[in-house]
């Protein structure tokens, strides 16, 4: 089984930056792909970033391209999301995740999930 915890949320203000981080435990982690997920109040959840195994790949979705960067440390089992250029839309409770094999953009193919952290952008 695979643990994962979230932290690195807060308030910042629109045009700031915040980086999260994703602490990972119980399960080989350098052999799962990994991804960050948000959802915002009254909207499903949807697809940030993912990066593959190695570190090597990386997808973004077009909303974050340019401004978020996903990296991974496989020696201390964590992942990170750097989010710079932050706007009032990119409010919500982040989520990373992890499964086998490749990058998904698909939410259902995550098989651990973290508790979330949020991110306030004020504007």
């Known amino acids: 089984q695979g643990r994962l915890v979230e932290s690195g949320g807060g308030l910042v203000e629109a045009g700031g930056s915040l980086r999260l981080s994703c602490a990972a435990s119980?399960?080989?982690?350098?052999?799962?792909?990994m991804g960050w997920f948000r959802q915002a109040p009254g909207k499903e959840r949807e697809f940030v970033a993912g990066?593959?195994?190695?570190?090597?790949?990386?997808v973004y979705a077009d909303s974050v391209k340019g401004r978020f960067t996903i990296s991974r440390d496989n020696a201390k089992n964590t992942v990170y999301l750097q989010m710079n250029s932050l706007k009032p839309e990119d409010m919500a409770t982040y989520y990373c995740?992890?499964?086998?094999?490749?990058?998904?953009?698909?939410?259902?193919?995550?098989?651990?999930w973290g508790q979330g952290t949020q991110v306030t952008v004020s504007s």
């Open positions: 119980g399960r080989t982690f350098s052999s799962t792909a």
């Open positions: 995740a992890t499964k086998s094999g490749t990058i998904n953009r698909n939410s259902r193919v995550y098989d651990y």
């Open positions: 990066i593959s195994r190695s570190g090597d790949n990386t």
